[in-house]
């Protein structure tokens, strides 16, 4: 994840400095971008789904963070943060690119509902350790909110 957040500081710098090669730069940005993000949600997944361990000592293996829950983590991570950009998008532009950021906003509020969702309803079965939490409840608001937000979105457009 370390490389990664270098090579997309390293890529913002060298496309405005280097003109012939602006699209490479950007390529490299985007692909950084993807694999910190793929980090990012492997890691929270791990921490939420929660790590075997004994006494403060970890007592897994090489690859026990690497679970279905921490997978949809990502893709829930990777869904949000295009969203994020699609609305940066839309609230920065104008003509195109504002029109094609609100067509890829719609379908990316619904994603990071489902998303949402799964993940709040799966985080009681990906628990090991099974502590109580109330995500089921925390994933049916964060998705009446998405919701809503979305409902005010469309009114706005039209």
């Known amino acids: 994840m370390l490389l990664a957040i270098v090579l997309r500081g390293t890529a913002i710098e060298l496309q405005s400095a280097a003109p012939g090669y602006r699209r ?3 390529l490299v940005f985007g692909l950084a971008s993807l694999v910190a993000t793929v980090c990012q949600g492997l890691v929270a997944g791990a921490v939420l789904s ?3 361990h004994r006494g403060g000592v970890f007592t897994g293996g090489t690859w026990d963070w690497l679970t279905p829950y921490s997978v949809l983590c990502v893709l829930g991570l990777v869904a949000v943060y295009l969203l994020a950009g699609a609305a940066w998008l839309q609230d920065k532009t104008t ?3 504002h029109e094609w950021a609100g067509r890829l906003g719609r379908p990316l509020i619904l994603a990071v509902a489902v998303v949402s969702l799964v993940l709040g309803f799966g985080l009681r079965l990906a628990d090991p350790q099974h502590l109580r939490f109330d995500q ?3 994933a049916g608001r964060c998705s009446g909110s998405t919701a809503r937000a979305a409902a005010r979105t469309r009114r706005r457009i039209r």
């Open 24 to 26: 490479g730069w950007g």
């Open 136 to 138: 089921p409840l925390r």
């Open 95 to 97: 003509g195109t690119a």
């Open 50 to 52: 929660g790590l075997p």
